[in-house]
């Protein structure tokens, strides 16, 4: 097995959003923000080559939307999924599947395109099985006026139409074992119903791919809770739940939307899990 770092662009959110009810003068210190209150976030994916198989974990939000669109989000720099992939020797009709941890549009908007001649939507990885499971799918195509916003049709109905849509199977608990990507998940509810986190065995480590459930290193306190979650108790519950894991089990956690810090590790301290070490992808995968 290899894994690589798939950058798929940088943009901006709300540092107010982003933190929820946490005072500007405590999260401005891990994520400074800018003259409009925008704080830098990544949507750094994940590849796993593992035997003849290439799984994508999450696409960023790809490209089709208009420029009145992604003004809202301040796009930065030149990353983008296809040129990330060809950096490791990649194209994206190689991919064999792509696991969406859940179906907000920077999480999976890049899985699906305009076709030829912008008549429709296509998926932007022909080749490829798209991963979700049923619970997510049924709240994200039966949307709350909450969420409605970040569950756009254009990225998720064309999956279902293209005939490459599958689904995981559900857990008894949190934890869903020898799943059929090869990796163990744990399912998080406080963000949006069903969310994913990959757990993958990689060498002698467990890399936890941390999606919406630790957004950046600023987020490691339990209460900084983002305001975009639908049930920010329950994330206090999980959050505590996988960091202590994570504290005991020395998980390396990936961090997809922090812009700066790619992979961490966390620690008990008397103030709770704090960050421990902050690693390179390098440093990790290769």
Not at 13 to 23: I, K, N, R
Not at 107 to 116: E, T, V
Not at 241 to 257: I, S, V
Request: hydrophobic share 35%; glycine share 6%.
């Amino acid at each position: 097995m290899q894994l690589y770092p798939i950058n798929a662009g940088n943009f901006k959110l709300d540092g107010g959003a982003m933190f929820g009810v946490v005072p500007k003068s405590l999260w401005n210190k891990t994520n400074p923000a800018d003259a409009n209150n925008m704080i830098d976030i990544a949507a750094r994916c994940l590849l796993i080559e593992d035997g003849d198989r290439l799984i994508l974990i999450d696409t960023g939000m790809g490209n089709k939307q208009s420029d009145k669109f992604f003004g809202y989000y301040y796009l930065w720099g030149n990353d983008s999924i296809d040129n990330s992939l060809k950096a490791h020797g990649f194209h994206r009709d190689d991919i064999t599947d792509v696991f969406m941890t859940h179906l907000h549009f920077d999480h999976c908007g890049g899985g699906i395109q305009w076709n030829k001649d912008r008549t429709g939507y296509e998926p932007a990885f022909k080749n490829a099985r798209f991963w979700s499971n049923q619970d997510h799918w049924d709240w994200a195509t039966h949307p709350n006026n909450r969420e409605k916003a970040s569950f756009l049709e254009e990225n998720i109905l064309p999956i279902e139409q293209s005939g490459q849509l599958q689904y995981t199977a559900l857990p008894e608990n949190d934890f869903l074992k020898d799943s059929k990507l090869g990796f163990d998940i744990f399912f998080a509810n406080g963000h949006t119903d069903k969310q994913m986190i990959p757990m993958i065995e990689y060498k002698d480590k467990t890399i936890c791919f941390m999606a919406d459930l630790l957004p950046t290193v600023g987020h490691l306190p339990l209460p900084f809770v983002m305001g975009y979650d639908t049930r920010p108790l329950l994330t206090l519950d999980e959050k505590q739940k996988f960091l202590n894991l994570a504290a005991d089990q020395n998980y390396y956690l990936f961090l997809e939307h922090d812009a700066h810090n790619e992979i961490i590790t966390v620690e008990h301290t008397e103030k709770g899990v704090r960050l421990k070490e902050t690693y390179t992808t390098n440093a990790i995968f290769n």
